[in-house]
Structure formats: structure tokens, C-alpha cells
């Protein structure tokens, strides 16, 4: 077998449906000299590919559409000025072993179609999406797809092994060793392992391109949907990356992308075409049978034209607005004639278009079972069926998403220079500042006040440093979560759980190292208990503020909306923190908003544990008349005299798991929105 890639050859023994059925079903019927070049340098390129022989074996997936519309409500929800239609009653087919391009000008719909195809939107549409020819279930199919977006949303801090692990053990249930070797395959292949141990920031623009798919390609998705994956990548990239995607298709895959104006050399490698303008189809069909096709319309191509140069200006209307009439061409199906013949012909549909060498490592618990959506779907049964029910069927349990989510939300903390190493440097450098500047008056009558200041300005910086760090990273994370939990890697209740837990160590840590440092440089009482609730209250309000941060950043639709937002909500909780203005000083009307000030129970609960639980009087100059002596008027000057130190840390208690709970439920709302 030579006509495939290498990395696609499989054992004959093991296939339905041979290589060379795929492959010259997909190249033979063009014959087209060029095209037949441009596969060779495909399959050089990946000469030291061995095979897939790792993937999990995976049922072939054609999609239908019919009379597809897609409309968006205009204008704010208090003001609707009626729907705009993006997509106006389009069809198409796209059959397994194609490489198919969605093409059209800027706002033409390709990216709504891709979006409504892949499941992720789903208000405002209308129309049928078949597969295999019957109606689509969604879960089901959302688990046999995958949607690689524009942007290669990724986490900066892990190397693409990492990565890659990470996707093995989400999405596969084999052994770790198999899993290993399944990775190394799918680098090898896609020309990433010499880069391996390379962190995935400082990769280029097409070798994060080929990472992103190779992420995806882990647990062998049949439907690959990519959102311009051309954009912003050099012409040798683009080439790799297409011909890459050329080569999946082949194995059997329905590889679906929109691009905006490709070259003549990339045009020539996509099998079908599909092109839309002001939201309906001009064009579908071969990408060979284009320039005949428009030439029987009266469009003739100019010689040495870039046929997609060519058909983007007929859609954006260079040459008349003849939209209508390709619409109506199309209706009649007159581009149609070549399209019937290569949707797979008469053939039977064979479920299987890949399968692995050996069945011996799936165990004898691989099912192949009928189901609405696919011919065939082939299910993991795992032996405790009930934990993966729980975890709405991914294919790892939640226990073991868990474990892995925080295994890299901990790596990745560990390595991020602005939220660990400058958090930790802050902590200790402003310890050391505010330790110089209030030396040795904890025990002195005469400074109290300033000593009371110095207590405001710690609660004070922990909160700040606790809330902005995550108001600033947590929405460049969103993209990430946002894709991989859409393209059914984990659940929102077990990345949410890790991300949670992970930050924990590190933000009891650094309030505690900070206390540390002033509690003693500032000769406040040497009794280990008081210097314990100073410590405990000083962390409660740094997790009560991360909580808060990741409310916001969760909560805000864009980083400068969160930036702006963090430390504007802080000035109301500082205000009414009770060292301003006490208590009895506010105005009824604005009393309630005291209760919401969870620095004003940081604060107080400072001051009990600082001048409360029978302190002894303060020192005092012989000399010299002292109001502050004694602790009990300390108290009552600071309006804290019948505070209950234990209630301040059950309020704190209260406000971390709350605003958690809160920032959770946004995240929910914000998934659900997404559709």
C-alpha cells in the first residue's frame, strides 16, 4: 500500500475497508497531474510517521444538513429591533475521507455553519442535521467530534508532552504505558516530537497549530471541525498544517474547515468545496469540477487565476451581484453532477473505516452497539459504570478528571512567574517594608492608633494581593477550559474542584509567610496563639478575596472589564471595613452594607485576637498620661468591644464557600450561553 501517508497505512488484516479504497476514492476520480504532486510532498513529510496503530477504533461519520437557517435577536434584550438571518435555508453533505473547505467573504456565515455543525450553537437555528442519516443526538455526537478553534487556546506553562498526557489520560482508558506510546505516534507523526520537552509558549505559530490537532487527535475523533486553520501562519505552515489535515481525511475522517483565501497550491488539496455569500450556497461540490462549473454560468476564471481568488470575488460581487442566480443553480443541483459520484458512490457504508492491530488491549469490555445516532458507536464499558454515569459518561471518572486537573493546575502554578514567584516576592518584600516602618510598636500605649493601622493595612494588602492576580489570569484561562470541556475532555464540576484545591496550599502560604514576618518585627504579643488567629484571619480574607477574583474574572467578558471591576467593588468593602468610620457613625440606610464588608470581619477578628482575650495593660511611659493602657478601651474606641471572634471566622467561612458556589454557577450559565 503506497498511495496513503505512512502514518495511515493499517493492517490489512485488521481494516473493513482498505487504504487504497479510501485513498483512491478521495484522489483517484481527479485526475489532476498537480494534485498528485501535491500528495507526494504530503507523503515525504511525514515519512517518519509509523502509523496510528494506537487509536482507539472509531465508527466513519457522514453529515447531512437540510434547510438549515440561523437568526440572532438585534439589539440589547431591552430593546429588540426584530432578528437578523445569518444563515437563509442552506444543504449540503459531507461524507467521511473528505477534506472539505467552507469558503466565502467576511461575514458570509462559515463560521455560524461550522458552529451549528459542531453542536456549539444552538438557539435560533432551524432545519434538520443528519447523521449517517438520522437525526442528530447531540451528547452522542459532541463525543465522536472535535472543534479546533482559530486561536490555539493552550496552557503556556506545560511542555507538549505534558499536554499531550494530560489529553491521554482524560480521554483514553488504556494502560500507561500504551498511552505513552500512543503519544509518541501521534508526535512523531505530526512532526512535534523533537519538541517535546518544549514549553507549549514558546512554540511556534504552526507547531502550536499541529499541537492543538494532535491534542484532539488522541482519542481519534471521526468528525474534525477547524476554525481558520491557516490564519496568521506563514505560507510553509499552512501548506504542513493543510496537508496534515489532508492525510487525516484519507484515514476515513470527515475534516471539516473554514478558510478565508487560500493559495492556489493549499486550494488544490481540499476534495470538496462549499461556498457560502450573504449566508447562502453558491457553490458545493468537487473542488476540480469549480472552474467548468462557473465557466457554464458564464464566469470564466482568467488564466493563471487562483481559482479561490476567483470564486471569493464572484461571492463578495466584483463582477455583478450574481448571487440569486448561483443560489438558484445550486437549488437545481446543476453542481451537483460530479458531487453524487464522490460521496462514496454505491458502496456499502462500512462502519469501520480504521480499527487497531490487536483487539487483545481494549479487554473484553468493548462493545459494539446500534445507537440513534451512528450506524454504530463503539462504547468503553467500564467495569464500575456507575462513576463514569456520574460524570455525564466522559470517558475518565470524576475522581480520576479530578486528579489530573490538579495535578496540572498545581504544575502550572508552580511555573507561572506572575502568579507565584512575583506573589511570593511581594509578600515577603512588603512584610519586610511594613515590619521597618512599624518596628517594635505592638506593645506601646502611645501607638496604638498606628498599631490599629498597621492591623487595617495588612488586611488590607492580603486582599489585594490575593484579588488582583486572579481578576488578570483567570479570563486568559476561560479560552482554554472553554474548549477542551466543549470538545468533552472533562466536566465543569472537576475542573472547578482542581482549580479550587490546587491554589489552596499556595494562598495559605503566602498570607502566612507575610504574617510571619510583621507579626514579629512589629513586637505584637509573643503568646502562639494570638499569632495563630492573626495568621488564620489573614488567610480567610486572602481566600475570601481569590474568591471574590474569581467571580469577577469569570463573571467579565473581557480582561480589561475584570481589571477595571477588581478594584472598584474593593472600595465599597474597604469603606465600610470599620476603620474609616465605625459602625454607629454610618447611616441606617447604608448599615446592611457594613454586614457585606468581609474585611471589616478580617479586620475586627485582628483586633480581638491582637487587644481581646484578657490582655495584659501595654506599656507606658511613667511620665506620660496614656488613654490606650488598658485593652478593654482600646475595643471600645474601635467599636469592637462585644464582637465575637469566632463569628467573624464563620462569616468568612460563609463568604469563601458562597462566592465559590457563585462563581461556579456563573460558569454554568456562561457554557450554556456559548450555545
Known sequence: NTNGPPDLMLDARSVCVSVDEVVSNGVGQQQTPLLHGHLKKVENSLTEAQRFSYLPRRPAVNI???????????????????YKTLLKGISGNFSSGGLVAIMGPSGAGKSTLMNILAGYRETGMKGEILINGHSRDLRSFRKVSCYIMQDDMLLPHLTVQEAMMVSANLKLQEKDEGRREMVKEILTALGLLECAKTRTANLSGGQRKRLAIALELVNNPPVMFFDEPTSGLDSSSCFQVVSLMKALAQGGRTIICTIHQPSAKLFELFDKLYVLSQGQCIYRGKVSSLVPY????????????????????????????????????????????????????????NPFLWHRPSEESLGP????????????????????????????????SCLTQFCILFKRTFLSIM?????THLRITSHIGIGILIGLLYL??????????????????????????ALMPTVLT???????????????WYS??????????????????????????????????????RFTLFSALGTMTSLVAQSLGLLIGAASTSLQVATFVGPVTAIPVLLFSGFFVSFDTIPKYLQWMSYISYVRYGFEGVILSIYGLDREDLYCDKDETCHFQKSKAILKELDVENAKLYLDFIVLGIFFVTLRLIAYFVLRYKISAER
Open 474 to 488: 483567570f479570563p486568559l484561562e476561560m479560552g482554554v477550559f472553554l474548549r477542551e470541556h466543549l470538545n468533552y
Open 365 to 396: 469490555y468493548l462493545l459494539c452497539v446500534k445507537d440513534l445516532s451512528f450506524h454504530f458507536v463503539c462504547h468503553h464499558v467500564a467495569q464500575d459504570s456507575s462513576s463514569t454515569e456520574g460524570c455525564h459518561s466522559f470517558s475518565a
Open 294 to 349: 462557473l465557466r457554464e454560468l458564464g464566469l470564466n476564471c482568467p488564466t493563471y487565476h487562483n481559482p479561490a481568488d476567483f470564486v471569493m470575488e464572484v461571492a463578495s460581487g466584483e463582477y455583478g451581484d450574481q448571487t440569486s442566480r448561483l443560489v438558484r443553480a445550486v437549488q437545481d443541483r446543476k453542481c451537483e453532477k460530479d458531487y453524487k459520484t464522490e460521496t462514496n458512490g454505491d458502496r456499502p457504508h
Open 492 to 529: 465543569l464540576k472537576a475542573y472547578y474542584l482542581a482549580k479550587t484545591m490546587a491554589d489552596v496550599p499556595f494562598q495559605i502560604i503566602f498570607p502566612v509567610s507575610y504574617c510571619s514576618i510583621v507579626y514579629w518585627m512589629t513586637s505584637q504579643p509573643c503568646d502562639a496563639l
Open 64 to 82: 447531512e444538513f437540510k434547510d438549515l437557517s440561523y437568526s440572532v435577536p438585534e439589539g440589547p434584550w431591552w430593546r429588540k429591533k426584530g
Open 415 to 419: 511555573r507561572d512567574s506572575v502568579l
Open 440 to 465: 517594635g510598636i505592638g506593645n506601646e500605649a502611645k501607638k496604638v492608633l498606628s498599631n490599629s493601622g498597621f492591623l487595617f493595612f495588612s488586611m488590607l494588602f492580603l486582599m489585594f494581593a
